[in-house]
Structure formats: C-alpha cells, structure tokens
C-alpha cells in the first residue's frame, strides 16, 4: 500500500477519534488534588461550600471553585448539556430517586461502591442510607446532606398564647385553631415548588404504606383514602391555617414577622432563620411532627438526601471521587455540619447545634420511620405534574378530585411506559 493510499485510510480513523473523544470529555487527568469544578444548583449554599475549602485542603489537598444556579431548570439544563461536551462536571449536586436512576441508567454519573463499602465498614455512615444511592446492586454519588422534614415555629407566639409543642395531631390542629382565633395564621404554604410537604404530611402521617403504594403505582392517586386527605387538607384551607400561597416573601422573613406560626421544612432551614436574625431557642424551634392516625407503631419523618455526583466522563473524575471519599469522613462532616446548621450524615461527626443532635439522636429511636421525602419519591414525570397541582390547589382549594385526577393521568402514562 503506497503512502496515499494508507494516508486516505488513517485520516478517517483520526478524525473519527477526535470526534469520539470530543463526546466522551476527553482524556481524564488522574490528578487526586488540586482545585476541584463543582457545579450546584443550591446557589445560595456557595458561601458555605466555599468554606470548607480551609479544611479540604488541610485534610485532602483539594478545593473547591464553585459555580451556583438559583434558576433549577437552567442549572439541569447546563449538567445535561455538559455531558455531551468536554466540559462534564468533576462534581455536581442533582437529586435521589428518578431524576438520579435517569442518569445512572445512561451511564453518566461515576461508581462509588467502594467509596460506601469502606465508610460503611468505618462506620461513616448508615447502611440505611446505601439504599437511596444503589441502582443494580451498585452505588452512585455521594450524600451531600441528610435533612429531616420537621416543624418550625415562631417560639414567641406560641409562648405569647401558652402554646407547647403538640405530641400528637389532634393537640396540633388544637394548636391551628387557637392561632387562628388569635388572628395569627398558624402554617406556610406556597404554590411554586414545595407545594408538596402538607401533602406529604397528612398522606405520611395516616397511612405510611399508602404513601410509599403512591411512588410504586400501587396506589392512585384518586383513591378514596387520598381524596379523603385532601378533602381534609382542603377544610383546613377554608378555615384561613395557611399563608397566601402565592407571597413572594421569604418565608424566613414571614416566620419572623409573625405573618405564620410554624413552617414545615427541612432541618436545614435553620440556617436560614439564623440569616435573618431569628435565634434558635429564643426566637425560634422545631419539632417533629405528630402522625395524623394515633397508635402508629411509628411516627413517620420525611427524609431528603441529596446526591454529589461525579460525572462518568469528566476530565477531573479522579480529584471528584478522592474529594467524595473525603466528604464521607468525620472531619469533612463536622467542617459541613456546623457550616450550613445541619444534621450531618456521619454519626462520628460533632454537632455544633445541642437542638440538632439531640433531633438526630430522636429520629435514630425505634419510634419513628424515616419515609421518603416525596420529591424524591415520586417518579419525575409524575412529579412535575403534581408539584403544579398541589400548587394550583393551594392557590384555589376547591373539589380536590380534579386535581389528582390530573395527576393520575400522569401516574397512569408512566406507569404504562414502565412495563
């Protein structure tokens, strides 16, 4: 073969090569330290992830350069798009549940089933955990936190009207209609977003298996049991006990004001009501809310993890698992814990806040079952349609029926699909 005639052969081959290695993000540096890209749809947290950057270099040699999105839909765009480029993430937020099986089943996100293996059998972390991050006996991503969904009050109105923190439903429904005697508006909601936690709450808290039936098809959500939920969520509403869902005012900033009396929400959202001067114990308090059918074995509490991923075919895929076998460790879980004024994941870790230790040492009782958060719980088309349903009937809470029935059309399209 002349030397044009192997030149006409290899010229396809390179530029074959080139065009495959632009798709898979190039050749991947095995660099273990260094500064780490890292990409988050929790915006409003860079100060606190940044923070951590003293300890992560002292410990591990890495930082981070952190990029947040405060606009969702834009930061899910951005990860998805990177993947086809050369510019996938080295680490990344995304969240549990469909929206992390999506990108494990198209092979995007790197294997950290040794990671889990070795904090595991360090006792870094709970086996229980394992389970939201495993697909195919495998486990992807990392914890990025562990947050309990519980109660928030504004501690000086319930002291102003001798209200104690209710040990069961009945006592805070008591609680609801007595604030609302008062002219004080006893609970949060919105209609963008989190229009899910009542939902999830009185749905939970009356039958935990008929909420988990919801997130494997088995229950619909025209059910009679579900309707008969809503129908009580929508006495509630007409009673005046929830906030205009459609305020656009930082919850944090009502709370404080007294424009409501309790917020139901993550155990993360305390910082939040540090950043506007509320202070824990004095201004404000949690607790876990009661279960809506007395003699449950156990109080259910709604559980959100959110995952830090690593992208399969990111450049700096090395330095994003050596940061995520890091985060498993005590010190990384401290460091993140008394950052962000929440429960960190790591039993080892030392916990800043006595109201949080002692809420995770609660939770960790065999008196309570840790269910789902319903974000995560829920497949994402279903999701999508019931985040806007349940934020339609807040804002107008008439016949529930229309609304799940709405819903229902979506579980019936995906659960079809899945077959």
Do not use: H
């Amino acid at each position: 073969m002349n030397k044009k005639r192997i030149m006409a052969v290899i010229a396809p081959l390179v530029a074959a090569g080139l065009l495959l290695s632009g798709c898979s993000g190039g050749a991947a540096s095995t660099q273990t330290t260094g500064t780490l890209k890292f990409y988050t749809d929790k915006g409003a947290w860079k100060p606190q992830f940044q923070q951590l950057n003293g300890t992560s270099q002292k410990d591990a040699k890495i930082s981070l350069s952190t990029t947040g999105y405060s606009d969702e839909n834009q930061y899910q765009a951005f990860v998805k798009q990177s993947f086809r480029t050369q510019q996938s993430p080295g680490l990344f937020t995304w969240s549990t549940g469909d929206s992390l099986k999506q990108l494990v089943d198209e092979k995007l996100v790197a294997d950290t089933s040794s990671i889990w293996k070795q904090a595991i059998a360090d006792g870094n972390v709970s086996k229980d955990l394992e389970k939201y991050y495993t697909f195919g006996g495998k486990q992807y991503c990392v914890p990025l936190n562990i947050a309990y969904w519980v109660m928030y009050y504004n501690k000086k109105i319930f002291d102003k009207y001798g209200i104690e923190k209710p040990t069961t439903w009945n006592d805070l429904m008591t609680d609801a209609a007595k604030l609302k005697a008062n002219g004080v508006t006893p609970f949060y909601q919105t209609s963008t977003l989190f229009t899910f936690p009542w939902f999830e709450t009185m749905v939970a808290g009356t039958d935990p298996d008929l909420y988990a039936g919801l997130s494997t098809g088995k229950v619909k959500y025209t059910d009679p049991r579900i309707v008969s939920i809503m129908k009580d969520w929508q006495s509630q509403e007409q009673k005046g006990w929830f906030s205009d869902a459609g305020s656009t005012t930082d919850p944090a900033q009502m709370l404080k004001q007294g424009d409501m009396a309790m917020i139901n929400f993550g155990t993360f959202y305390g910082a939040s009501l540090d950043a506007v001067g509320m202070k824990s114990g004095t201004d404000y308090d949690s607790f876990i809310i009661p279960a809506v059918t007395s003699g449950l074995a156990k109080t259910p509490v709604p559980v959100e993890t959110g995952p830090l991923c690593v992208a399969s075919s990111s450049k700096q895929k090395d330095l994003g698992l050596a940061y995520s076998k890091w985060w498993m460790t005590a010190g990384a879980q401290t460091a993140w814990g008394n950052a962000r004024g929440d429960v960190p994941f790591n039993p080892k870790a030392t916990v800043k806040s006595a109201s949080l230790k002692q809420l995770g040492e609660t939770v960790a009782s065999d008196k309570y079952q840790l269910v789902t958060r319903y974000f995560e719980a829920a497949p994402t088309p279903i999701l999508n349609v019931a985040l806007e349903e349940f934020g339609a009937f807040s804002a107008n809470p008439g016949n529930p029926l229309p609304y799940l029935t709405k819903i229902q059309a979506a579980a019936d399209t995906y659960w079809a699909s899945q077959k």
